[in-house]
């Protein structure tokens, strides 16, 4: 098993084409093809980190955050995000980042919030733009069920629940093609008109290269006509933030301590407390301001987040308590998370879950 076997296996479960446009995902230091010995799965790629996994003979770190999140003008250990790379470069060990690509799945960051709140009716509460894609193509009638069945093999023609979904209207295609062509049907340097079919479909974003692929190795013509357009579709699967319910309402200090013991945080921080319980709750890993205006717009009766400025706690405007948990503590679940998904799929393998702490922030 080489690193791209296993980057094959998360990007599964959360594809890097859904990652945010800010973010740095993907292998961001050795060799795809590399063999694996092991797999470490941390939050944050340290040194302890890199030292950890050599010592437990791992050389392909997991890692939530990326450890290179802006471009690197020099390699000369001065900081620790160049010291890291450095060692693991040293060592021939691969740094995966998966970070965002997660944020966004169903199954993601969210979800493990959610869960560990003891949370149902989960749903995404920021969907994202832009992650349906339809093609419409143009082919011989007398193929056109050839390549319907090809993508849809291909992953196309899935809606919600549904597979197989396609639009197909009947009609005259004409082409000539000049000296240097070579058509399947018809002959150069003569009008031909041939019974076609328009098929269109849809298809979620990050199939795009094995569609088109589909359709070009399955499509008879030398030259394939094809239209691709992004949709403005609500895709109610990807997305940042999730929304779910407590299975019995909850007065509003009873529940932030709740929240204190499952998510394990020292601190909670929050806006001022409402004189109504608590049962739809919005949560985002990681830094959240930005959802305040989405979480209180789905009615939700409290936000749990973290990295709140002063400012951001005004936003509440008395219809909604935001709690701040921490930064670490609102994401440090993930890694068992990912550990568990990688055993599941890679059985009979080292997958070990890093012993480090990487929380920056410390109280007294």
């Not at 030292?51 to 990326?66: K, M, R």
């Not at 009638?141 to 992953?155: V, W």
């Not at 023609?157 to 093609?177: A, H, L, P």
């Amino acid at each position: 098993m080489n690193v791209q076997d296993v980057i094959n296996q998360l990007h599964d479960l959360a594809p890097l084409a859904y990652a945010e446009d800010f973010d740095n995902v993907g292998l961001l230091v050795g060799n795809k093809n590399q063999s694996v010995s092991g797999i470490l799965v941390t939050l944050d790629t340290l040194e302890a980190v890199v030292d950890e996994a050599i010592d437990n003979n791992c050389n392909l770190i997991v890692s939530f955050h990326p450890i290179i999140f802006k471009g690197l003008k020099k390699l000369t250990g001065k900081t620790y995000v160049e010291r890291v790379v450095i060692k693991a470069i040293q060592h021939n060990i691969a740094i995966f980042s998966i970070h965002t690509a997660l944020d966004n799945a169903l199954q993601g960051v969210n979800s493990i919030i959610c869960d560990q709140l003891g949370l149902k009716n989960k749903q995404i509460l920021i969907p994202q733009s832009g992650t349906i894609k339809k093609l419409q193509t143009y082919v011989p009638k007398s193929s056109a069920e050839i390549l319907r069945s090809a993508l849809f093999k291909a992953g196309a023609g899935s809606i919600g629940n549904y597979e197989s979904c396609s639009f197909n209207v009947d009609g005259e295609g004409t082409y000539k093609g000049n000296e240097d062509s070579n058509p399947v049907i018809g002959e150069k340097g003569k009008l031909h008109s041939e019974s076609e079919t328009a098929i269109s479909v849809t298809y979620k974003k990050h199939l795009e290269s094995n569609v088109l692929k589909t359709l070009f190795k399955t499509h008879p013509y030398e030259e394939v006509a094809y239209e691709i357009t992004t949709l403005d579709n609500t895709n109610q699967n990807i997305g940042m933030g999730m929304l779910g319910e407590l299975e019995s309402e909850m007065d509003a200090t009873a529940c932030l301590h709740y929240i204190k013991q499952k998510m394990n945080t020292e601190c909670v921080r929050h806006s001022k407390l409402l004189d109504k319980p608590i049962k739809k709750i919005a949560v985002l890993g990681g830094s959240g301001s930005f959802a305040i205006g989405a979480a209180k717009a789905s009615g939700a009766d409290l936000l749990v987040t973290a990295d709140l400025k002063y400012h951001d706690f005004f936003s509440a405007e008395h219809t909604i308590v935001i709690a701040d948990i921490g930064h670490y503590e609102s994401e440090q679940f993930t890694k068992s998370f990912l550990v568990d998904y990688l055993s599941k799929k890679i059985t009979n393998f080292a997958i070990i879950l890093s012993k480090t702490n990487t929380n920056p922030v410390k109280y007294l």
